[in-house]
C-alpha cells in the first residue's frame, strides 16, 4: 500500500511540474446514482430491507496546459450501506431463526485525469465540451456481516479491485469570467454528476 501511495504522488508530482501554465479549473459536484447502492437494489425484496448512501462527491482540479488538454487530480467519494433479514434454518436445533445481514463501505478514489477538449477557449469562452479518462488507486474496505457468523453470504460482487478508473463527458458552462455549473455522463462511482466549477 505504501509503495502504491508513493507511486501515486510520484506521478502526481510530474503531472503538477508539466502543469504550472495555462488556465486552472477547479470542480466540486455530486452523483447519481450511488453506483454499488444501486447495485443491491437486487436484495430489495429481502425482508426488513433497507439502504443508505452518501455521494458520490467530486472533487477536481485541471489545469488546461493546451487548448485541447488539460491535466489535474480527481478524488470520488462515497459511502454505503445496505442492511437486509434472511431466515435461516439450525439443522441442530430444527429452528428457523431470522438472520439480519449489513453490507457497509466508505471509499474514495484518487485518479489522475487527462481531459480532452473540442471547443478552442479562445473562441468558446463561455461554454467547454470535453471527454476526461482518469486511473489511480481506490482506498477503504467492503463490509459484509451478520448476527450468526455462519451464515454470513458469500455475494457475487463486482470487481473490489484498488484500481481507481473514471470515464466521463463533460460540459462546463461559466456565466463570467470565474463561476460556472457543470455536468458529466459517465462511469465515476456514478453516471451522472453535477456541481459548480471555477477557473483562475
Do not use: C
Not at 17 to 34: D, E, M, R, W
Not at 123 to 132: A, I, L, P, T
Not at 155 to 173: A, C, N, V, W
Request: proline fraction near 4%; aromatic fraction near 16%.
Amino acid at each position: 500500500m505504501k509503495l502504491k501511495l508513493l507511486g501515486f504522488l510520484f506521478v502526481t508530482q510530474i503531472t503538477f511540474s508539466f502543469a504550472q501554465v495555462g488556465q486552472n479549473h477547479i470542480s466540486l459536484g455530486a452523483g447519481f446514482p450511488n453506483l454499488p447502492k444501486f447495485f443491491f437494489n437486487y436484495l430489495s425484496t429481502e425482508k426488513n430491507y433497507k439502504a443508505l448512501g452518501t455521494g458520490p462527491f467530486h472533487l477536481k482540479y485541471e489545469n488546461r496546459v493546451k487548448p485541447w488538454l488539460g491535466l489535474g487530480l480527481s478524488i470520488n467519494h462515497m459511502t454505503y450501506s445496505i442492511s437486509y433479514t434472511q431466515d435461516v434454518l439450525d439443522t441442530n436445533l430444527g429452528r428457523i431463526y431470522p438472520n439480519k445481514i449489513n453490507i457497509s463501505s466508505n471509499n474514495t478514489a484518487f485518479n489522475i485525469r487527462a481531459n480532452i477538449h473540442f471547443l478552442n477557449p479562445e473562441e468558446q469562452e463561455r461554454n467547454d465540451f470535453y471527454w476526461g479518462l482518469g486511473i489511480g488507486f481506490r482506498t477503504g474496505q467492503l463490509i459484509i456481516d451478520s448476527e450468526y457468523k455462519a451464515y454470513t453470504p458469500k455475494l457475487d460482487l463486482p470487481s473490489l479491485s484498488r484500481l481507481g478508473f473514471e470515464s466521463s463527458i463533460g460540459y462546463r458552462h461559466f456565466f463570467d469570467d470565474n463561476l460556472g455549473i457543470y455536468a458529466e455522463l459517465g462511469l465515476a462511482k456514478s453516471i451522472f454528476q453535477f456541481g459548480f466549477t471555477g477557473r483562475f
